[in-house]
């Protein structure tokens, strides 16, 4: 009976876990650095949705800081969309380490 109530419990946490990954792809998140110069809005799924660049920063003689910008961008973005797929499966990992301790 126990087992039964296992897998029960656990097809429950797939629906949830296919559920929650639905709305992360609705879900978004927005990293700007260099106070505004570059955002970049990312899917709580990690996708990149969009890089908005000001034009004040657009200077060929200087590419590198723009490359950096970006970058520092993109990887703040997808620290915020990571940090929000935490957060909305935190929920389904807690229950099944309470339905399976020690794993």
Partial sequence: MKINNI???ARQMQTQMMQIQENLAKETVEASVGGGMVTTTFTGQGDIVSIKIDPEVINPDDKDMLED????AVNE???KSRELMNERMGS??????AMMPGF
Avoid at 69 to 72: D, E, F, H, K, Y
Avoid at 92 to 97: E, F, H, K, S, V
Wanted: proline share 0%.
């Fill in 7 to 9: 897998m029960k419990q």
């Fill in 69 to 72: 910008l970006i970058i520092s």
């Fill in 77 to 79: 973005g997808l620290k």
């Fill in 92 to 97: 389904i990992t807690g229950a099944l380490g």
